[in-house]
């Protein structure tokens, strides 16, 4: 009896090692399935559009998978349900089979040896597709996902084709329950501010740009989001030119004035009237004759303080002079708005052109920070990470902490906005010049 179970031994072996094999080919296609699934969804669909413009390999079926989600996953769903259906029926059983007929050869039990080996193979077998077959292959898809998603794409697509009817159900039958339920089954296009910040912020981490960069690239989204009001120089802050005024204050005006262009007016700002170019000025204030000023004026367009900043940079580029007038809606003059204003709104302002040496926010050794009343709120609100309303009135921190208050406030004066607490530490005149911002630790310190 003991020489029939050794020559039957060897003859067991052979099929086991068949059926083993059979096991690892499913998990790996397995691995392969999930690996297209991830890839091609997180691939990047203006990288693969830039690929397929290149004439990629599989590109363009990448792309086309991509923009049919629905019917990729299906296809994906159908090969992983099947390979698990194999697996288990096939591998699974037989190998289990054959585990639980060794452990007996060894001399366990039968009653042991049947549940030590089917668990046995169920445990490696769902060990090996966890791992080979799913957490393997979608790290891999994660680090390249546009390459891969080109390579495995040709083959996910015919796989779509010969199993279609299967795959037209799947997604029917998904899009059905989700017109039930009152939603669409397509994801929401389209990328957030917020997404694109995250992704500059981890360029930036990673040293891909500079943090100069981030911070321009912040500004051009925020640009995006201000109107004319949140860019432009305040009336408070506007040379001008009087045509009232004697002919020597107005060469006072001219040859301390740091500007190319200024506005001109006849008896208050309420009445500007064009602007003059110094440039145009300058031979007669070299030579000494008198000022010819109403002859140089020349008209600039005038915006409404809501446009959008964008719309009036389109408008400053198509002026004769890049130069802009802002009135309210009760048709008062608000302040004036040139290409400079818009750059400062992305990169900052210049030493050259503020009266205010300081920067607008400076952080204290406590951890707290000074910040201008002037200084644009969105801008502060990245800065310290503050919520704002999506709808607001105000455009500075002034106006902020004035909104909160609901009146002009005085030294010393604190509120309390988004978890930080706000004071008021100068004041000039009616104009809130200084505040101070404290996180709630600082507070409580």
């Not at 259906?85 to 289990?96: D, I, T």
């Not at 089979?97 to 060794?102: S, Y």
Request: charged share 25%; proline share 6%; hydrophobic share 45%.
């Amino acid at each position: 009896m003991a020489s029939d179970q050794g020559a039957a031994s060897p003859t067991q072996s052979i099929p086991s090692v068949f059926e083993l094999a059979v096991a690892l080919v499913l998990i790996l296609l397995n691995g392969v399935f999930s690996l297209s699934e991830l890839a091609v969804v997180s691939a990047r669909r203006p990288r693969l559009q830039v690929l397929a413009e290149q004439r990629r390999a599989g590109a363009r079926a990448a792309l086309a998978l991509a923009e049919e989600p629905g019917r990729f996953l299906s296809t994906v769903q159908i090969g992983i349900t099947l390979i698990g259906v194999l697996a288990g029926a096939f591998s699974g059983a037989a190998l289990g089979e054959r585990l639980t007929a060794l452990l007996g050869a060894w001399g366990v039990s039968s009653g042991l040896a049947e549940p030590l080996g089917y668990g046995v193979v169920i445990g490696v077998i769902t060990y090996l597709s966890v791992v080979v077959g799913e957490l393997v292959p979608k790290t891999v898809a994660l680090q390249n996902p546009e390459r891969i998603a080109c390579l495995v794409a040709p083959a996910m697509t015919m796989v779509s084709r010969v199993a279609g009817p299967v795959v037209w159900l799947l997604d029917a039958s998904t899009r059905a329950i989700f017109r039930l339920v009152g939603r669409g089954a397509e994801a929401p296009a389209g990328v957030t501010d917020e997404e694109i910040r995250a992704v500059v912020a981890e360029a930036e981490t990673a040293g891909i740009i500079e943090t100069h960069e981030r911070a321009m690239i912040g500004g051009v989204l925020r640009l995006g989001d201000r109107s004319v009001r949140g860019v432009m120089t305040p009336r408070t802050d506007v040379a001008w030119l009087d045509l009232d005024d004697t002919d020597e204050a107005i060469r006072d005006t001219l040859l301390t004035t740091t500007h190319a262009r200024l506005p001109v007016g006849q008896g208050g700002q309420d009445e500007i009237l064009g602007v003059v170019q110094v440039r145009d000025l300058l031979p007669d204030l070299m030579r000494g004759r008198p000022l010819s000023l109403r002859a140089h004026i020349r008209q600039v367009p005038v915006v409404p303080d809501r446009l959008s900043a964008l719309d009036a940079l389109s408008v400053l580029r198509r002026a004769p002079v890049p130069f802009a007038l802002v009135h309210d809606e009760y048709g008062h003059f608000d302040g004036v708005i040139t290409p400079a204003d818009i750059l400062d709104a992305i990169a900052g302002a210049f030493r050259a052109d503020t009266d205010d040496p300081d920067p607008e926010a400076v952080r204290r050794e406590d951890g707290s920070w000074l910040l201008a009343g002037s200084m644009p709120v969105d801008e502060m609100a990245d800065q310290l990470r503050v919520p704002l309303p999506a709808r607001r009135e105000y455009e500075t921190v002034a106006g902020l902490v004035i909104d909160a208050l609901r009146r002009l406030p005085r030294t010393g004066e604190a509120v309390e906005i988004g978890g930080w607490r706000f004071e008021v530490v100068d004041m000039d005149g009616r104009r809130v010049d200084k505040v101070l911002a404290q996180a709630p630790a600082q507070t409580e310190d």
